[in-house]
């Protein structure tokens, strides 16, 4: 009977030493630090969110979900930095005609040169930001054949009406709203920090004419997308716990590009790194309105 005892507890032992181990490699893999009762804390969160991961792969065929640089969040803090979109209501944002025809080919603006590599926004709330940048980064290539890295952290640091602001997040619209107005400069003039800082300098020579909302079905998604990247909100929610294979497409909002579909899936760029779903990016099904993509896709001009 003592021997059981005995024996049990040494088991959970051994099985705590081990997450703590695992966890350990966690934050050396994703260089974290945490010290004292806050690593204790952590180490809770990540207990519990392996508990969730387990839970949603029960419920699917295939083990998608998995440990991500997230693991050691709550759900309540992925979604106050990362999920902070806030969907703008106005009736000033243009719908795509919707005669367009589909030329019927898959598309890949990545292998025409105009998508730049995946970024990582770190701990900001900046998704508008990149999401919007990169629909004009992909403009500019299209239409100049340049490709520029644009400034994101001039955007999070400048733009005084785009609310909550800075690394709080923004509407899905006002980043190119900024763009429209003052012009953009270079990532190189103007480097990524991930932190709220100070105007620097404002505005800049990459400006856009305008931008137009796409009409809420596939057909003038995929159309518009025929034109160049497009941003897009998406649901996002389950994407804390997203691994996938190559093989894997999966149907709080937050903001990213689509920069082509193949026959069975819309390509979305990530700015949460390459270590990160398939490289930085995610393969959504077609045909369905998977995480709500068509809902708020827009396009610069």
Known sequence: MFTTIFILHKTDQQLEEQLQTEFIDFLIKFNKKYSGTEFLYRLE???ANLNVIKAKNQIIERKIFGLTQFADL????????????????????????????????????????????????????????????????????????????????????????????????????????????????????????????????????????????????????????????????????NWKYYQPTEEDYIFPYSEFLAVGYTNEAVIIKNSWSTKWGLKGYIYLEKGINACQIWDDAIIPF
């Open 74 to 237: 709550t759900d309540e803090e992925f979604i106050e930095t990362y999920l902070n979109l806030k969907i703008a209501q106005t009736s000033e944002i243009l719908f795509l005609k919707e005669s367009i025809k589909l030329n019927g080919n898959p598309i890949d603006w990545r292998s025409r040169g105009a998508v730049n590599e995946v970024q990582d926004q770190g701990q900001c709330g900046s998704s508008d930001v990149f999401s919007s940048l990169g629909s004009v980064e992909g403009f500019f290539k299209i239409t100049t054949g340049e490709l520029p890295r644009l400034s994101a952290q001039q955007i999070v640091d400048c733009q005084r009406d785009r609310f909550p602001g800075g690394c709080n997040g923004g509407l899905y619209n006002q980043a190119l709203n900024y763009v429209i107005k003052n012009g953009v400069t270079t990532n190189d003039e103007y480097p990524y920090t991930g932190y709220d800082q100070g105007c620097s300098k404002k505005g800049g020579p990459y400006k856009m004419s305008g931008f137009s909302k796409i009409a809420q079905n596939e057909e003038a998604f995929l159309s518009a997308m025929e034109k160049g990247p497009l941003q897009v909100a998406v649901q996002a929610s």
């Open 45 to 47: 969160v990540y207990k």
